[in-house]
């Protein structure tokens, strides 16, 4: 594996780590995993109580989610950078309101802050990698990944000129 070559690099790199690891941690070790975000683990579980189904789920898709931000690191996607910036955001949100609503234990909002601070981390990795680089900020910049089949790798020539 190659080491991330950019400051917003650097933080996909961690929270892909960490969600790899806590992935694994969910799948081989369930309790852990249910007490590290605050939650009750029971002795027994009554029946239809599917709490370690979906735990099982949820630790497979964190695992998954920690390979995918790694692979992102090592081909340097920015455009996927940008993305999980708006919908880390998103998830600080939605677990922000499920604890103030009580749906889920006080000690659940770490998991939002989690979410929100690795938003802000990103986005700041983002803006101080243009700045050092000089390049501009958008959307479709030069460092969106490879050309699609059938785009050209660069600008067109003008009409007229010789190659």
């Given at each position: 594996m190659?080491?991330p070559?950019?400051g917003a690099g650097w933080?996909?790199?961690?929270f892909?780590?960490?969600?790899?690891?806590l992935?694994a941690?969910g799948l081989?070790?369930?309790?852990?995993?249910?007490?590290?975000?605050g939650?009750e683990?029971?002795?027994?579980?009554?029946?239809?109580?599917?709490?370690?189904?979906?735990?099982?789920?949820?630790?497979?898709?964190?695992f998954?989610?920690?390979?995918?931000y790694?692979?992102?690191?090592?081909?340097?996607?920015?455009?996927?950078?940008?993305f999980?910036v708006?919908?880390?955001l998103?998830t600080?949100?939605?677990f922000?309101?499920i604890?103030?609503?009580?749906?889920?234990p006080?000690r659940?909002f770490g998991?939002?802050?989690?979410e929100?601070?690795?938003a802000l981390?990103t986005?700041v990795?983002l803006?101080w990698?243009?700045?050092r680089?000089?390049?501009p900020?958008?959307?479709d910049?030069?460092?969106d990944?490879?050309?699609?089949a059938?785009?050209?790798a660069?600008p067109?020539p003008?009409?007229?000129t010789?190659?």
């Amino acid at each position: 594996m190659r080491l991330p070559r950019s400051g917003a690099g650097w933080t996909i790199a961690v929270f892909g780590v960490l969600a790899l690891l806590l992935g694994a941690l969910g799948l081989v070790w369930p309790e852990a995993q249910l007490r590290l975000l605050g939650f009750e683990v029971p002795a027994r579980r009554a029946a239809g109580d599917y709490t370690g189904t979906f735990l099982i789920a949820s630790s497979m898709a964190s695992f998954n989610m920690g390979v995918y931000y790694l692979l992102a690191v090592a081909t340097e996607w920015r455009a996927f950078y940008r993305f999980t910036v708006v919908f880390r955001l998103v998830t600080f949100t939605v677990f922000t309101l499920i604890v103030l609503a009580d749906v889920a234990p006080d000690r659940f909002f770490g998991v939002a802050l989690w979410e929100g601070l690795g938003a802000l981390a990103t986005a700041v990795g983002l803006r101080w990698d243009a700045r050092r680089a000089g390049a501009p900020t958008s959307v479709d910049g030069p460092d969106d990944g490879p050309p699609a089949a059938g785009e050209s790798a660069g600008p067109a020539p003008a009409a007229g000129t010789v190659r």
